[in-house]
């Protein structure tokens, strides 16, 4: 062998033996993720692309991505930072790394198809940073597939349409602000009532969001969807906003920091909000909201968050008409038959919401909040059918105190072999709600009552636990999970002469399935499969004596998330839901209506493109095929099921001193009623936004309804009779959409 054989060979060996050591010593990669300031970074996407193996960072900021070996490039992603690139050195993978990501505008270039369950949650909120949220009515437009309507004077929750529901207030869909429920349970007006409008849009941090039931940390509503707003732990500067536009509209708006140390930083915010509508009786809409916040953050050891907030409300409303009182030229589309409708409520809330971190991979979060609300609402559906002298008006009014507590611990980053990792998070909980003097009643110009249909005190508590386990092998991710629910439903019927008290309880276990592939990390397909459910009204829970109070939703999701280019994602889900029998409480009769098996089966397609830096593109339709299955054919059809949506838009940022959108929504024709003979017109509708910077200064102007489209903002299919009718008929009652809708703003931060 000459003395050149000998060479390669020794070289060749060298190159062995170092593959051999550099596998053998592939081990996880620990660090920290921060900002410039040194800050801990949350969710900071983590992806090697040599191994596929993906990660994100903890609540400080710390991580542990596995089978990291030399040379390897490993991604660093966060929305509103620039993407960090670090090929692995020996020093690395033995002492850790400390990453510092740089600020940036926001672009879908930080975007990481990362392998979570709500992986779209992270996307959609570059909509929202993109567009923040101009008023309440939009905080729950960002999420795809999801479009709401208001029909009673802009102080009562919004109607809300999701995945072929007409969820009418929120029996179907899970919300929540910073994990404190909005629903309500055993409502006056309705089951899962969900008012967030004492929600400030300028707070609103991001977004979370996920369609289905495949959440076990998320229990009671929880079929159609969730959804849980995050507000901001602190704000950069104060800031005061005034608006102004047609209607006689006015809406005062201050955020103010309060305190700013190393560890602590303290705001409020307040907001009026007024406006007449544009109705020919003046709506008289009041809005008052105000809200303190404290952060205290000691990285490494703790974080604690408290909240104080208040809402009240107050208005007028001209409730739905009928379309022939239209058709005969007896009212304007803005006109009213019954102007006396209207009400008002009020919440205010205490939340506390704390993370210990045990050890470097240990967390025990604690949240906590009770909340003060009333509610009262004079309604008229159906005019002079019942009652030809005085009417048809009712009055739904409740006092209520909620209350609840949640611990949850977590532990990440567990070993599983030399490549796997497993973590789990077990935690459990109760909510307790307290409401008194529950009232439908018959009533004359608000202020007589002619007779009481129920008058009741309810006592509902919910105790709930879960665990919740995530394995990591390969490119694969399996995410199985449980969850226990156990409810006592209390109702004193105070009508009664004699004492009338009922209860009863019931339990519920409901076991989830998440299987996800990472193809790269720009690619992800994944398999959603569980088990939830919805509780109905304890009045419903008695008179039922506990029979199908906790009706099951079966539910299936296959999709994909794709990033083919660093400017374009896209999306694609197939699903399924079947929902059991249910009895449905009707808040506005005081009856009990049966309902039978569901079947919802849909596809969702979305699509986001960056096309430049300051120009973002995104666009979501959806179909739904929503049948009852215990009804004939022809006569299957569940009222008001949305069928086909669509939402998209484009939004421009930082083009020298311009920013603003373009948006629009679509909703197709539908049934009204179950044989169809009846159908809800379907609508689309565009708003704009467009704003110029002067240094601190932002001026703004606002259009609803740019090209003036008449729409039915909400349409039912009601029987009623007018004041000079001898027969009743059923047919569409609508709340009219706004017309063009002109507002100016102006802003400056200090």
């Not at 849009?201 to 707003?229: C, Q, S």
């Not at 948006?663 to 024709?669: E, H, K, S």
């Amino acid at each position: 062998m000459n003395s050149s054989s000998k060479r390669a060979l020794k070289l060749l060996s060298l190159f062995v033996i170092f593959g051999v050591i550099t596998s053998a010593t592939a081990q996880n990669l620990k660090g920290k993720v921060t900002d410039k300031e040194g800050l801990a970074l949350e969710n900071v996407g983590i992806f090697n692309q040599t191994t596929g193996q993906h990660s994100h960072t903890n609540l400080s900021g710390t991580f542990s991505l596995p089978s990291t070996t030399v040379n390897d490039s490993v991604y660093f992603s966060n929305l509103g930072y620039k993407t960090y690139v670090l090929v692995i050195h020996p020093q690395h993978v033995n002492e850790g790394v400390q990453i510092a990501l740089e600020e940036s505008s926001i672009n879908l270039d930080q975007v990481v198809v990362v392998s979570k369950v709500d992986a779209m949650s992270r996307i959609v909120n570059i909509d929202v940073q993109n567009d923040p949220v101009k008023s309440s009515q939009e905080i729950l437009r960002k999420v795809p597939g999801l479009l709401i309507g208001q029909h009673a004077g802009g102080g009562k929750a919004e109607q809300i349409f999701l995945r072929g529901f007409d969820i009418d207030h929120g029996t179907d869909v899970a919300i929540s602000v910073d994990g404190m429920p909005v629903n309500m349970v055993s409502h006056a007006h309705g089951q899962g009532y969900a008012d967030l409008h004492f929600v400030i849009p300028e707070t609103i941090n991001n977004i979370n969001f996920g369609k289905g039931l495949y959440y076990v940390d998320k229990g009671n509503f929880n079929t159609a969807g969730y959804v849980d707003l995050s507000l901001k732990k602190s704000i950069d500067q104060s800031m005061v906003s005034y608006e102004s536009g047609q209607f006689n509209t006015n809406r005062f708006v201050g955020l103010f920091k309060v305190l700013e140390s190393s560890k602590s930083n303290a705001y409020l915010a307040s907001e009026v909000y007024l406006t007449d509508g544009p109705f020919d009786s003046p709506q008289n809409f009041n809005r008052i909201n105000i809200l303190g916040r404290y952060n205290y953050k000691d990285i490494g050891n703790e974080e604690l968050t408290l909240t104080a907030s208040h809402f009240q409300s107050k208005w007028d409303a001209s409730g739905q008409i009928p379309q022939r009182a239209v058709d005969q030229n007896l009212i304007g589309r803005f006109g009213a038959i019954d102007d006396t409708e209207g009400g008002q409520t009020s919440r205010t809330n205490l939340m506390l919401n704390h993370v210990k971190f045990l050890g470097e991979d240990q967390f025990l979060k604690t949240r906590a909040f009770v909340s003060k609300y009333d509610f009262e609402l004079f309604s008229n559906f159906t005019f002079f059918l019942d009652d030809p002298v005085n009417g048809d008006q009712i009055r739904q009014f409740e006092d209520r105190t909620i209350m609840g507590a949640e611990t949850i611990f977590e532990q990440i980053n567990i070993a599983v072999g030399k490549d796997d990792t497993f973590k789990y998070s077990a935690g459990g909980g109760f909510r307790y709600d307290n409401v008194d003097d529950v009232t439908l009643s018959h009533t004359l110009n608000r202020k007589t009552t002619l007779e009481q249909f129920a008058f009741g005190d309810v006592d509902e508590t919910n105790f709930y636990g879960f665990v919740d386990g995530e394995y990591k092998t390969g490119n694969w991710t399996f995410n199985p999970s449980v969850r226990l629910d156990y409810f006592n439903f209390d109702y004193e019927n105070k009508l009664s002469e004699l004492y009338d008290n009922k209860s009863e309880s019931k339990a519920k276990v409901s076991p989830k399935l998440n299987t996800l592939y990472t193809v790269n990390r720009n690619w992800q397909v994944f398999l959603k499969t569980g088990l939830g459910f919805h509780s109905n009204d304890t009045r419903v829970v008695t008179a039922n004596e506990g029979r199908d109070i906790l009706p099951t939703a079966y539910g299936v999701d296959l999709g994909t998330i794709i990033k083919p280019t660093d400017k374009l994602v896209l999306n694609a889900t197939l699903w399924g839901l079947l929902l059991d029998q249910e009895f449905v409480y009707v808040g506005d009769a005081g009856i009990v209506e049966p309902s039978g098996k569901t079947r919802r089966l849909g596809v969702e397609l979305g699509a986001r493109y960056q096309v430049l830096d300051w120009l973002y593109l995104y666009n979501d339709i959806n179909y739904t095929y929503a049948r009852s299955t215990e009804e004939l054919d022809g006569e299957d059809y569940i009222p008001l099921a949305p069928d086909f949506t669509s939402v998209g838009g484009l939004s421009v940022t930082d083009l020298g001193k311009f920013s603003g959108a373009l948006n629009y929504r679509y909703l197709g024709d539908r049934a009204a009623n179950e044989d169809n003979s009846i159908v809800a017109e379907g609508y689309f509708v565009t708003d704009m936004n467009l704003n110029y910077h002067i240094k601190n200064w932002t001026l703004g102007l606002i259009i609803e309804n740019l090209f003036d489209t008449e729409w039915n903002e909400t349409q039912f299919a009601t029987e009623s009779r007018l004041f000079n009718e001898t027969a009743s008929v059923e047919e569409i009652h609508f709340t009219p959409g706004t017309p063009f809708y002109l507002r100016g703003k102006v802003s400056v931060r200090f």
